[in-house]
């Protein structure tokens, strides 16, 4: 499947291909703000094909760190077993090794992919990014900080974690660095495994969408865009996310654009 991804991303195509964040929208415009159906794998299969069909993404994108934070909202059984000790990185570490846990994500990640005619890329958060999740979620009152030490303790055991997909039709992974950086070092790991499976590993930033060195860096296209006021960066891929509050006919409006325009140059 990574294959199939890394054609996509480097075509010469003039339409630009797009790649697409829109869970939040879709739970507003699709569930009518009804939660999503982590829990019913082929519940959640149906929402994201009706998110395909609708937006028409040429990647099939996973949130599963929405999974994980619902999770964490909700499991209380889990959280205290993440709470029985305060050391560091042990939130993650007990939630990350939660059978229970891993084979809910493993079902519905392995349930959706059957299901979709393109590439499918699964959405986590940094490993830093993980530690503060995990860590306010056993500890509300925590305000521990976390070092690249620790960012790279979380990686091992996020690198062991995402084997859970070892056996899926999945693409590749994307970990969000918006808000909490982790160092290229601390991936090692993760790579390790995305290499052994096959998988293409993304960081995804303010501005871009970086694959690697082989890989053109995809821009950003930012909120403005969906309220008809942002232009539309030239090249061979684009991501976004498309905001919650977006109205729906300029949605489609906006992507027609970005495929007539691809065609026009």
Request: charged share 25%.
């Amino acid at each position: 499947m990574s294959d199939r991804l890394t054609a996509l991303l480097t075509s010469n195509d003039k339409t630009p291909r797009l790649l697409l964040d829109a869970a939040d929208y879709a739970k507003r415009v699709l569930l009518q703000d009804k939660d999503v159906p982590w829990s019913d794998a082929t519940a959640f299969s149906n929402h994201l094909s009706s998110i395909q069909m609708l937006l028409k993404p040429d990647v099939a994108l996973i949130r599963i760190d929405q999974l994980l934070q619902d999770e964490l909202a909700h499991n209380t059984t889990l959280l205290e077993t993440m709470a029985a000790k305060t050391r560091t990185g042990y939130a993650t570490r007990t939630m990350l090794g939660d059978e229970a846990l891993k084979e809910k994500v493993r079902d519905l990640v392995f349930t959706a992919s059957k299901t979709q005619n393109a590439p499918v890329l699964l959405h986590l958060s940094s490993p830093k990014a993980l530690l503060i999740t995990a860590d306010r979620a056993a500890n509300p009152d925590s305000d521990k900080s976390f070092d690249d030490d620790s960012a790279e303790f979380a990686a091992v055991y996020y690198a062991d974690w995402v084997r859970i997909f070892a056996e899926h039709r999945i693409a590749g992974i994307i970990f969000d660095e918006r808000t909490e950086l982790t160092t290229d070092e601390a991936y090692q790991p993760i790579r390790n495994t995305a290499e052994h499976y096959g998988w293409l590993i993304g960081h995804r930033g303010e501005d871009s969408l970086d694959f690697g060195e082989d890989i053109p860096t995809v821009p950003v296209v930012g909120a403005d865009f969906w309220d008809g006021s942002g232009d539309v960066p030239t090249a061979q891929a684009l991501f976004s996310e498309v905001p919650a509050d977006a109205v729906p006919e300029q949605v489609l409006e906006r992507i027609k654009e970005i495929r007539e325009q691809g065609q026009a140059s």
